[in-house]
Protein backbone atom coordinates (compact mmCIF):
# COMPACT_ATOMS: atom_id res chain seq x y z
CA UNK A 1 0.00 0.00 0.00
CA UNK A 2 1.33 3.38 -0.60
CA UNK A 3 -0.06 4.86 2.51
CA UNK A 4 2.47 3.12 3.88
CA UNK A 5 5.51 4.89 3.35
CA UNK A 6 5.33 7.84 5.66
CA UNK A 7 9.20 8.82 4.84
CA UNK A 8 7.75 11.93 3.08
CA UNK A 9 5.58 13.43 5.75
CA UNK A 10 6.32 16.35 8.00
CA UNK A 11 6.80 15.38 11.62
CA UNK A 12 4.29 17.75 12.38
CA UNK A 13 1.80 15.75 10.02
CA UNK A 14 3.23 11.99 11.50
CA UNK A 15 2.28 13.12 14.87
CA UNK A 16 -1.02 14.65 13.84
CA UNK A 17 -1.88 11.54 11.81
CA UNK A 18 -0.88 9.62 14.63
CA UNK A 19 -3.34 10.63 17.09
CA UNK A 20 -5.98 10.68 14.54
CA UNK A 21 -5.85 6.79 13.51
CA UNK A 22 -5.96 6.40 17.69
CA UNK A 23 -9.06 8.49 18.00
CA UNK A 24 -10.47 6.30 14.95
CA UNK A 25 -9.05 3.08 16.44
CA UNK A 26 -11.40 3.81 19.57
CA UNK A 27 -14.46 4.68 17.19
CA UNK A 28 -13.71 1.42 15.54
CA UNK A 29 -13.61 -0.64 18.69
CA UNK A 30 -16.57 1.09 20.41
CA UNK A 31 -18.43 0.39 16.81
CA UNK A 32 -16.66 -3.46 17.62
CA UNK A 33 -18.82 -3.71 20.64
CA UNK A 34 -22.02 -2.15 19.67
CA UNK A 35 -21.55 -5.13 17.22
CA UNK A 36 -20.57 -7.96 19.58
CA UNK A 37 -24.00 -6.80 21.60
CA UNK A 38 -26.36 -7.14 19.05
CA UNK A 39 -25.00 -10.39 17.95
CA UNK A 40 -25.62 -11.80 21.48
CA UNK A 41 -29.20 -10.00 21.89
CA UNK A 42 -29.21 -12.17 18.71
CA UNK A 43 -28.15 -14.73 19.18
CA UNK A 44 -26.62 -15.47 16.24
CA UNK A 45 -23.54 -17.25 17.72
CA UNK A 46 -25.60 -20.03 18.40
CA UNK A 47 -27.02 -20.09 15.01
CA UNK A 48 -22.89 -20.57 13.88
CA UNK A 49 -22.70 -23.53 16.36
CA UNK A 50 -20.89 -21.64 19.15
CA UNK A 51 -21.97 -21.88 22.37
CA UNK A 52 -21.00 -18.72 23.87
CA UNK A 53 -20.32 -14.92 22.41
CA UNK A 54 -16.45 -15.91 23.71
CA UNK A 55 -16.36 -18.73 21.65
CA UNK A 56 -17.94 -16.89 18.72
CA UNK A 57 -15.02 -14.14 19.07
CA UNK A 58 -11.90 -16.42 19.77
CA UNK A 59 -12.94 -18.96 16.77
CA UNK A 60 -15.33 -16.89 14.02
CA UNK A 61 -13.21 -13.41 15.02
CA UNK A 62 -9.74 -14.58 15.38
CA UNK A 63 -8.64 -13.06 18.55
CA UNK A 64 -6.69 -14.39 21.54
CA UNK A 65 -8.60 -15.40 24.42
CA UNK A 66 -7.25 -12.83 26.59
CA UNK A 67 -8.76 -10.20 23.75
CA UNK A 68 -11.59 -11.88 23.23
CA UNK A 69 -12.32 -11.56 26.99
CA UNK A 70 -11.87 -8.24 26.98
CA UNK A 71 -14.06 -7.78 24.80
CA UNK A 72 -16.68 -9.32 26.45
CA UNK A 73 -16.23 -7.63 29.43
CA UNK A 74 -16.62 -3.90 27.97
CA UNK A 75 -19.52 -5.19 25.69
CA UNK A 76 -21.36 -6.43 29.00
CA UNK A 77 -20.56 -3.31 30.84
CA UNK A 78 -21.28 -0.86 27.66
CA UNK A 79 -24.96 -3.55 27.83
CA UNK A 80 -25.59 -1.98 32.08
CA UNK A 81 -23.73 1.09 31.55
CA UNK A 82 -24.36 3.21 28.04
CA UNK A 83 -22.51 5.77 29.62
CA UNK A 84 -19.32 4.70 29.36
CA UNK A 85 -19.86 4.72 25.63
CA UNK A 86 -18.21 8.36 25.74
CA UNK A 87 -15.37 7.11 28.07
CA UNK A 88 -14.33 4.29 25.57
CA UNK A 89 -14.72 6.87 23.00
CA UNK A 90 -12.07 9.44 24.37
CA UNK A 91 -9.87 6.47 26.06
CA UNK A 92 -10.57 7.34 29.43
CA UNK A 93 -11.58 3.84 30.17
CA UNK A 94 -9.17 1.10 28.17
CA UNK A 95 -10.90 -2.33 27.74
CA UNK A 96 -7.69 -4.05 30.01
CA UNK A 97 -9.17 -1.61 32.47
CA UNK A 98 -12.85 -1.93 31.53
CA UNK A 99 -12.28 -6.16 31.85
CA UNK A 100 -10.53 -5.91 35.11
CA UNK A 101 -13.66 -4.52 36.45
CA UNK A 102 -15.75 -6.48 34.51
CA UNK A 103 -14.41 -9.95 36.30
CA UNK A 104 -14.28 -8.15 39.98
CA UNK A 105 -18.06 -7.09 39.53
CA UNK A 106 -18.56 -11.11 38.64
CA UNK A 107 -16.34 -12.31 41.27
CA UNK A 108 -17.80 -9.67 44.20
CA UNK A 109 -21.07 -10.00 43.01
CA UNK A 110 -21.47 -6.27 42.07
CA UNK A 111 -24.80 -6.15 40.52
CA UNK A 112 -25.73 -2.28 41.80
CA UNK A 113 -25.60 -0.10 38.63
CA UNK A 114 -24.46 2.91 40.53
CA UNK A 115 -21.78 0.70 42.76
CA UNK A 116 -20.27 0.30 39.46
CA UNK A 117 -20.56 3.12 38.09
CA UNK A 118 -18.93 5.03 41.10
CA UNK A 119 -16.04 1.80 40.73
CA UNK A 120 -15.45 2.92 37.22
CA UNK A 121 -15.10 6.35 37.76
CA UNK A 122 -12.26 5.88 39.80
CA UNK A 123 -10.07 3.67 37.27
CA UNK A 124 -10.87 6.28 34.61
CA UNK A 125 -7.74 7.38 33.22
CA UNK A 126 -5.82 5.04 35.13
CA UNK A 127 -2.58 2.70 33.41
CA UNK A 128 -3.40 -1.07 33.87
CA UNK A 129 -1.14 -1.47 37.21
CA UNK A 130 -2.90 1.80 38.73
CA UNK A 131 -6.19 0.46 37.79
CA UNK A 132 -5.07 -2.96 39.65
CA UNK A 133 -4.26 -1.37 42.55
CA UNK A 134 -7.34 0.59 42.98
CA UNK A 135 -9.80 -2.17 42.65
CA UNK A 136 -7.59 -4.73 44.71
CA UNK A 137 -8.96 -1.89 47.51
CA UNK A 138 -12.51 -3.58 46.64
CA UNK A 139 -11.61 -7.01 46.86
CA UNK A 140 -13.23 -8.95 49.93
CA UNK A 141 -10.82 -10.19 52.68
CA UNK A 142 -12.35 -13.11 53.21
CA UNK A 143 -11.82 -14.55 49.72
CA UNK A 144 -9.12 -16.56 49.34
CA UNK A 145 -7.37 -16.70 45.75
CA UNK A 146 -6.46 -19.68 44.86
CA UNK A 147 -4.57 -20.92 41.44
CA UNK A 148 -5.14 -24.35 40.06
CA UNK A 149 -3.54 -25.88 36.69
CA UNK A 150 -6.76 -28.03 35.50
CA UNK A 151 -6.63 -30.21 32.72
CA UNK A 152 -9.31 -29.46 30.13
CA UNK A 153 -11.33 -32.10 30.85
CA UNK A 154 -12.06 -30.67 34.27
CA UNK A 155 -12.02 -27.41 33.00
CA UNK A 156 -14.85 -28.01 30.82
CA UNK A 157 -17.29 -30.27 33.57
CA UNK A 158 -16.56 -27.18 35.92
CA UNK A 159 -18.09 -24.67 32.71
CA UNK A 160 -20.42 -27.21 32.07
CA UNK A 161 -21.85 -26.92 35.62
CA UNK A 162 -21.48 -23.56 35.36
CA UNK A 163 -23.30 -23.58 32.07
CA UNK A 164 -26.54 -25.79 34.33
CA UNK A 165 -26.19 -22.88 37.22
CA UNK A 166 -26.44 -20.06 34.85
CA UNK A 167 -29.83 -18.76 35.25
CA UNK A 168 -28.89 -18.05 38.94
CA UNK A 169 -25.64 -15.86 38.25
CA UNK A 170 -24.00 -17.79 40.34
CA UNK A 171 -20.10 -16.03 41.12
CA UNK A 172 -17.35 -18.70 40.70
CA UNK A 173 -17.07 -18.92 44.30
CA UNK A 174 -20.69 -19.90 45.05
CA UNK A 175 -20.77 -22.09 41.96
CA UNK A 176 -17.63 -23.77 43.70
CA UNK A 177 -19.62 -23.95 47.10
CA UNK A 178 -22.87 -25.57 45.00
CA UNK A 179 -20.74 -28.08 43.97
CA UNK A 180 -19.04 -29.10 47.13
CA UNK A 181 -21.99 -29.03 49.61
CA UNK A 182 -23.44 -31.72 46.90
CA UNK A 183 -20.34 -33.61 46.20
CA UNK A 184 -19.22 -33.76 50.17
CA UNK A 185 -21.50 -36.09 51.70
CA UNK A 186 -21.38 -38.13 48.80
CA UNK A 187 -17.63 -38.58 48.71
CA UNK A 188 -17.58 -39.23 52.48
CA UNK A 189 -20.87 -41.92 52.54
CA UNK A 190 -18.41 -43.96 49.64
CA UNK A 191 -15.21 -43.59 51.93
CA UNK A 192 -16.90 -44.16 55.52
CA UNK A 193 -19.93 -46.19 54.25
CA UNK A 194 -22.47 -43.64 55.56
CA UNK A 195 -25.12 -45.57 53.96
CA UNK A 196 -24.49 -48.58 55.19
CA UNK A 197 -27.32 -51.17 56.51
CA UNK A 198 -27.25 -53.12 59.15
CA UNK A 199 -26.62 -56.82 58.71
CA UNK A 200 -27.24 -59.48 60.72
CA UNK A 201 -24.18 -60.74 62.56
CA UNK A 202 -23.71 -63.84 61.12
CA UNK A 203 -23.35 -61.63 57.66
CA UNK A 204 -20.46 -59.75 59.64
CA UNK A 205 -17.34 -62.17 59.72
CA UNK A 206 -14.60 -60.38 61.87
CA UNK A 207 -11.74 -62.86 61.05
CA UNK A 208 -11.08 -60.64 58.04
CA UNK A 209 -9.14 -57.77 56.82
CA UNK A 210 -11.73 -55.93 55.12
CA UNK A 211 -13.43 -54.16 57.54
CA UNK A 212 -17.34 -54.61 56.52
CA UNK A 213 -19.04 -51.39 55.64
CA UNK A 214 -21.41 -51.29 58.49
CA UNK A 215 -18.75 -51.16 61.15
CA UNK A 216 -16.84 -48.12 59.10
CA UNK A 217 -19.88 -46.35 59.32
CA UNK A 218 -20.06 -46.72 63.14
CA UNK A 219 -16.51 -45.82 63.50
CA UNK A 220 -16.86 -43.62 62.25
CA UNK A 221 -20.26 -41.78 63.50
CA UNK A 222 -18.23 -42.65 67.13
CA UNK A 223 -14.87 -40.78 66.05
CA UNK A 224 -17.16 -38.36 65.07
CA UNK A 225 -15.10 -38.33 61.15
CA UNK A 226 -11.95 -37.48 63.12
CA UNK A 227 -8.44 -39.31 63.94
CA UNK A 228 -8.79 -39.70 67.50
CA UNK A 229 -5.10 -38.57 68.48
CA UNK A 230 -5.04 -35.23 66.27
CA UNK A 231 -9.18 -34.38 65.33
CA UNK A 232 -7.35 -34.00 62.23
CA UNK A 233 -10.02 -34.68 59.22
CA UNK A 234 -7.13 -35.53 56.75
CA UNK A 235 -6.51 -38.63 55.08
CA UNK A 236 -8.21 -40.49 57.71
CA UNK A 237 -7.79 -44.09 57.82
CA UNK A 238 -9.45 -46.71 59.98
CA UNK A 239 -6.60 -48.14 62.28
CA UNK A 240 -6.75 -51.89 64.07
CA UNK A 241 -5.63 -50.92 67.46
CA UNK A 242 -4.78 -54.53 67.82
CA UNK A 243 -2.73 -55.24 64.34
CA UNK A 244 -5.01 -57.33 62.34
CA UNK A 245 -1.40 -59.59 61.97
CA UNK A 246 -1.33 -59.92 65.44
CA UNK A 247 -4.93 -61.55 65.69
CA UNK A 248 -6.90 -57.87 66.14
CA UNK A 249 -10.25 -58.67 64.68
CA UNK A 250 -12.30 -55.56 62.66
CA UNK A 251 -14.99 -54.97 65.08
CA UNK A 252 -16.17 -51.58 66.39
CA UNK A 253 -14.13 -51.97 69.62
CA UNK A 254 -10.80 -52.62 67.81
CA UNK A 255 -10.99 -50.11 65.06
CA UNK A 256 -10.74 -46.42 65.28
CA UNK A 257 -9.76 -43.62 62.98
CA UNK A 258 -6.27 -42.23 62.66
CA UNK A 259 -5.36 -39.53 60.14
CA UNK A 260 -2.58 -40.94 57.64
CA UNK A 261 0.84 -39.16 59.45
CA UNK A 262 -0.73 -40.32 63.21
CA UNK A 263 -0.85 -44.36 61.31
CA UNK A 264 1.77 -43.91 60.19
CA UNK A 265 3.70 -42.53 63.25
CA UNK A 266 2.10 -45.83 65.08
CA UNK A 267 3.15 -48.03 62.73
CA UNK A 268 6.56 -46.81 63.30
CA UNK A 269 6.18 -47.54 66.97
CA UNK A 270 5.07 -51.43 66.68
ZN1 LIG B 1 -3.88 -37.64 63.51
Do not use: W
Not at 33 to 58: A, N, P, Q, T, W
Not at 73 to 86: F, N
Not at 220 to 246: V, W
Request: aromatic share 6%; glycine share 4%.
Amino acid sequence: MDGMNLRHLTDKVLLLDTKHLVAREREITLKLLHHLKEIERRRLFSDLGYGSLFEYIVKELGYSEPAASRRLHATRLLKDLPHIEKKIADGSLSLTNLSLAGQLFKNEDIQDPQEKKEILEKIENTTKRECEKELKKLVHSDLHVMKLSLKEETLNLFQEIRGVLAHKRFTNDEVMHEIFKIALPIIKNKKFKLNAKFTTPAALPSITRKIPNIIKKEVYERDGGRCTKCQSTFKLEYDHIKPFAMGGESTLANLRLLCFSCNQRRLKEL
